[in-house]
């Protein structure tokens, strides 16, 4: 599953945000993003859209890892997002892991935690997908 998530990235803006998945278990799925300057904000830390845009990435290849894992005729949707940034900073890679809280017919949630390479907290995130 891992291989087909990362084959997925190609030509995506995932793969333009250096993201890439590299552990995954029963109720979690792992991510690293490599940061580069680009993704600074003027004061020179992790620009906050960026830490957004990479927890809505895990838990979207979540919900879709689970519904290709259960053969559903579905797509799945972000419908919310609600993400607080605990600490700046300018650390690479930053590890995502999303953790399955709800998974249901057509409601899929997960909490997103983000750290740096110093396994400080950075980013929570809750992320609310739809499947249809």
Request: aromatic letters at 8%.
């Amino acid at each position: 599953m891992l291989s087909l998530a990362n084959r997925m990235l190609e030509n995506t803006f995932m793969k333009k945000l250096s993201i890439s998945f590299f552990e995954m278990g029963e109720d979690f799925l792992k991510a690293k993003m490599i940061v580069d300057s680009s993704m600074y904000q003027p004061f020179g830390f992790v620009h906050g859209g960026v830490l957004v845009s990479l927890a809505e990435s895990v838990a979207s290849m979540s919900s879709y890892l689970f519904i290709e894992k259960n053969n559903l005729d579905k797509q799945s949707s972000t419908i919310q997002v609600s993400s607080n940034h605990i600490r700046p900073t300018k650390s690479s890679p930053l590890i995502a892991k999303a953790v399955n809280v709800h998974l249901g017919k057509t409601i899929h949630i997960f909490d997103v935690s983000i750290r740096d390479d110093r396994d400080k907290l950075i980013n929570i995130s809750k992320i609310t997908n739809i499947l249809t």
